[in-house]
């Protein structure tokens, strides 16, 4: 079978063409001019269009493509989504273990509150019961000179018992009761709080012995003896 060429034949027909122009160009006494051809050199041989086979083949080969394109998109959206699950179940995670953390730290910090008031409640009901067994206990029946001889027993040295003896007269008169209406300050050596007595004794409100001993201590550790406590006592009337 002979292939037949689309180009042999737009040749011979432009040539024709040519011809047939020419010719009636010089029939109507026109001027001769160079006939124009027909560029037909870029046209296609029949043969070269596809056959039904071929014509499939390219079919088959576009459909492919589209499908693995397809297939590429659906596994970039399937790893997108896993991507996404995965962030959302670690954010789910991190969220549950910050909120047990929380709820962690309330219950601690609610126990800690629980056990100091608890404390708190046991240190006021032990004052409580120490304020009634003191004001309770009755007062020590003694002479303000017998309680110079307890003073001066108790602190030995006859020079400091001088000394102590000075600052006590001009504080309380030797009354281990006198109480300081404007202060509150209570006692032989008018501790103020008196309750700071209470390191030498639970009866401060009446023992002079106790509150003897807490005013010595005082005046040893502030102003290093009682004699040290009556010369500041003589400038500032007040120790």
Not at 52 to 68: C, E, K, L, V, W
Not at 196 to 219: E, F, H, V
Not at 228 to 237: K, P, V
Request: aromatic letters at 6%; glycine letters at 8%.
């Amino acid at each position: 079978m002979t292939r037949i060429s689309v180009r042999g034949v737009a040749v011979a027909s432009a040539t024709v063409v040519t011809a047939v122009g020419a010719v009636a160009g010089v029939a109507s006494g026109s001027e001769g001019k160079a006939a124009q051809t027909v560029d037909v050199a870029g046209a296609t041989l029949l043969a070269d269009v596809p056959s039904g086979a071929q014509a499939q083949t390219i079919s088959d080969n576009f459909s492919h493509q589209a499908s693995a394109q397809q297939a590429s998109a659906d596994a970039a959206a399937k790893k997108a989504a896993e991507e996404a699950a995965r962030q959302k179940a670690a954010a789910d995670a991190q969220a549950k273990a910050d909120a047990e953390k929380a709820a962690a730290q309330a219950a601690q910090a609610a126990e800690e509150k629980r056990k100091a008031d608890e404390a708190a409640a046991n240190r006021s009901k032990a004052r409580s019961a120490m304020a009634a067994v003191e004001s309770s206990a009755p007062p020590v029946s003694v002479s303000p000179g017998s309680v110079q001889e307890l003073a001066q027993q108790i602190i030995g040295n006859d020079t400091q018992f001088q000394c102590f003896s000075q600052i006590v007269k001009r504080e309380s008169g030797w009354n281990y009761t006198a109480t300081n209406a404007s202060s509150g300050a209570y006692g032989l050596v008018q501790a103020l709080p008196g309750s700071k007595m209470a390191s030498a004794g639970a009866d401060w409100r009446t023992n002079p012995a106790t509150q003897i001993k807490w005013g010595l201590g005082y005046m040893n550790s502030r102003y290093g003896s009682p004699c040290g406590a009556w010369s500041f006592w003589q400038s500032h009337h007040w120790y």
